[in-house]
């Protein structure tokens, strides 16, 4: 049994919770149900800060729509998870690293990884 990974998946872009949507979202989580460790909850209008300064962050700029957490044996595999996924207009995701007893090592700035 191969050991599984966490993965945030980020959706983007913001579509009305037509009928038809909300169908086919159903259809392709139930489909990978057994990979979900949390089906997530869409977000509403945020905030960017940097250095200071604030942005407004509007549902039809493209920020982050939504999340989910799933399990996948690695980043491929949880790639897979998103094929037919009907939901924004992209999907980004990330590995989940533990903060406590680290046991991934964390990249420096450079990208290398220590």
Same mark, same amino acid.
């Given at each position: 049994?191969?050991?599984? &990974?966490?993965?945030?998946l980020?959706?983007? *872009?913001?579509?009305?919770?037509?009928?038809?949507?909300?169908? #086919?979202?159903? #259809?392709?989580? /139930?489909?990978?149900?057994?990979?979900?460790?949390?089906? *997530?909850? $869409?977000?509403?209008?945020?905030?960017?800060?940097?250095?200071?300064? &604030?942005?407004?962050?509007?549902?039809?700029?493209?920020?982050a729509?939504?999340?989910?957490?799933?399990e996948?044996?690695?980043?491929?595999?949880?790639? /897979?998870?998103?094929?037919?996924?009907p939901?924004?207009?992209?999907?980004?995701?990330?590995?989940?690293?533990?903060?406590?007893? /680290? $046991? &991934?090592?964390?990249?420096?700035?450079? *990208?290398?990884?220590?």
């Amino acid at each position: 049994m191969l050991a599984m &990974t966490k993965f945030v998946l980020l959706y983007h *872009g913001y579509s009305p919770p037509l009928p038809g949507r909300q169908a #086919a979202w159903s #259809a392709w989580l /139930q489909r990978r149900a057994a990979s979900f460790v949390d089906v *997530g909850a $869409t977000f509403g209008p945020g905030r960017l800060v940097t250095n200071g300064r &604030t942005f407004e962050l509007s549902l039809m700029s493209n920020p982050a729509s939504g999340y989910s957490i799933v399990e996948a044996e690695h980043l491929d595999a949880a790639e /897979q998870l998103l094929e037919g996924c009907p939901i924004g207009d992209s999907v980004s995701f990330y590995e989940v690293w533990p903060i406590d007893g /680290q $046991t &991934t090592p964390i990249p420096t700035n450079s *990208g290398d990884i220590q």
